[in-house]
């Protein structure tokens, strides 16, 4: 049985920020390269942000580069995003992903998911 449950989303002003967190419960935590993922409404599922399994690399792309920051704490089983300067373009529903040493980090092939928490921020 595989777990992922995102928190920290909320309402924010613009130019504020948020953490978002992600408790795993999956066997063999510290193997697993983590993600995080975004969807607006009527927009697709974007990535955001990777973290190899390793904790030294990390990934990330479009608007959020540069303002969000991925990290991993393999003894809490945990994953965060710190999203810093928020715009209103970054509302959307932000979901946790997981996948066994994953390699390529920006498509939608990952085993598991969480069911997301939402992210609004006001103008």
């Known amino acids: 049985q595989v777990q992922l449950v995102e928190s920290g989303g909320g309402l924010v002003q613009a130019g504020g920020s948020l953490r978002l967190s992600c408790a795993a419960s999956?066997?063999?935590?510290?193997?697993?390269?983590m993600a995080w993922f975004r969807q607006a409404p009527g927009k697709e599922r974007e990535f955001v942000a990777g973290?190899?399994?390793?904790?030294?690399?990390?990934y990330s792309q479009g608007p959020v580069k540069g303002r969000f920051t991925i990290f991993r704490d393999n003894a809490e089983s945990t994953v965060s995003l710190q999203m810093n300067s928020l715009n209103p373009e970054d509302t959307a529903i932000y979901y946790c992903?997981?996948?066994?040493?994953?390699?390529?980090?920006?498509?939608?092939?990952?085993?598991?998911w969480g069911q997301g928490t939402q992210v609004t921020v006001s103008s």
């Open positions: 973290i190899s399994w390793t904790g030294i690399k990390t």
């Open positions: 999956i066997r063999n935590f510290r193997s697993y390269t």
């Open positions: 992903a997981a996948d066994l040493r994953k390699e390529p980090y920006s498509d939608n092939d990952w085993d598991f």
